[in-house]
């Protein structure tokens, strides 16, 4: 792999799903304010901060000669037209989930390149829709006591026990309900010329 590889996150989750594609990266924490602008949709939000993250991170590195690609991801959960916060205490928790139940819950997940060689930045918008089945008070209850996710948008954690919150997902790639769709993200490493499947380890 001529170009270095940079995930613009600190985050355990996105590590993790880039480790599946290779080993040979590394990360940086972007210095972003996510407040988001007045009158910003979640789309133009995540879209806005995917590309900052990548670009903040691009000005920190020096890379060689050759040049490095820098991962950039940000991620909404929108419930009725509204940007999802993390409930913070149990009460909120259950009010959000109850709230789900037999509902629908849009994650929308922006996803940025940054070539430093060229300063080029290519950027993309996912969209992956959870449905959640009729849920009982007791369910709600059980979940959240056992897995206790307060600091997780919309209360639940897909990659654990939350799936069994869900009657079906809707979406090309179930790693973009985590944060990183990694078949968006090959597509465009490939693009900028790193082809991860014959130069991955």
């Known amino acids: ?19 599946k594609l290779t080993a040979q990266f590394q990360t940086s924490k972007p210095e972003v304010d996510e407040t988001p ?4 949709t979640a789309e133009q939000l995540v879209l806005r901060l995917s590309a900052a993250k990548a670009q903040a991170v ?12 820098v991962i950039g991801s940000d991620q909404v959960a929108v419930f009725n037209g ?29 996803l940025s390149v940054t070539d430093t060689l060229t300063n ?7 969209r992956f829709i959870v449905h959640f089945r009729e849920l009982t008070d007791a369910e709600i209850h059980s979940y959240i006591k056992r897995e206790q996710p307060l600091n997780c948008a919309g209360s639940f954690k897909s990659e654990g026990l939350g ?9 090309d790639d179930p790693n973009s309900l985590i944060g990183l769709p990694l078949i968006k993200l090959h597509a465009m490493l490939k693009r900028a010329g790193v082809d991860l499947l ?3 380890v």
């Open 198 to 200: 014959l130069h991955g």
């Open 1 to 19: 792999m001529s170009k270095s590889l940079w995930l613009a996150s600190t985050s355990i989750y996105r590590r993790a799903l880039l480790e």
């Open 163 to 171: 799936i069994t919150l869900f009657e079906r997902l809707e979406g």
């Open 37 to 40: 602008f007045a009158g910003e």
């Open 58 to 69: 691009a000005l920190q590195i020096t890379s060689a000669a050759e040049g490095a690609l």
């Open 120 to 126: 080029k930045t290519d950027t993309i918008l996912d």
């Open 82 to 110: 509204q940007i999802l916060g993390k409930p913070h205490t149990e009460e909120r928790a259950f009010a959000q989930l109850r709230s789900f139940s037999g509902q629908e819950v849009q994650f929308l997940t922006g």
